[in-house]
């Protein structure tokens, strides 16, 4: 089975939305991610792969540098293929993430040895539960005025987690405050602390990020707002509302199953030596 990879995104789309539209949960973030690369938000290095079989898709990948290749819910038995048509093809990834299972199956048959690992859980709400109790403050949707102040803190976030991401997140956090996807917290008069949820896509919106700074944690700020962008998502459509945890932070894991969270499968992210 060949791989085929394509710089062309609205072709890619038309093909790949619709079978990675069959199970949005399970695909939240190729979804998202394909949104955001239609949108520009990034640039003509991404990587877009598909597999056929029959004339049907059977498989996606998508890699938007310098963030590792998103798998999807594929079948197992594409993965192997899909490393070795990349090796050949001399493409350069420095990582892999997606369901345990695949990215473990991938990495094992990457070239270079894993360097570090990431375990997340995806989550799924339930019931929506108030947080108990209530910090002190109100929410509210974040607007242009907040850009900078939203960007500083997305670097933060990033810095704390680790995470790779766009060198200038101005863009990104600029369109998500156009589509009214970031909330912000405000207690005294300030604000103490932000979250994002996506806009639906297929009935699907993911929270992230949320991010305290520290001189604000240990107040019930995450909790209220993890509650807040929740409400506001299924008050414009959403039917499935999820998130994703990091497993070795056992604190947030106990705060989103207390409002109502439960867990749907387990994910990893493997960096690459």
Known sequence: MTWTFTSDIEVYAGMAEPWLLRDPVRNTVPLTVLRAVRSGLWGDDVLLGRLERGGRIVATAIQTPPHALLLPDIPADTVLDLATDLIEKERAVPGVAGPLPLAEAFAASWWR???KRRAERLY???????PDPAPRGASRVAVADDLDLLVRWGEEFQAEAEAVGPVDL????????ARRELV?????????????????IGGMSRVGPVYTPAEFRRKGYGTALSHAVSAKVLTEGAEDVLLFTDL???TSNSIYRAIGYRPVADYASITFA
Request: proline share 13%; aromatic share 6%.
């Open 170 to 177: 101005t863009p990104l956090v600029a369109s998500r405050i």
């Open 184 to 200: 912000v917290w405000e207690a005294g008069g300030r604000p103490v602390a932000f979250a994002g949820a996506s806009s639906p």
């Open 113 to 115: 040895p894993e360097a």
């Open 248 to 250: 070795s932070n056992p």
């Open 124 to 130: 799924r709400l339930d019931a929506l539960v108030g």
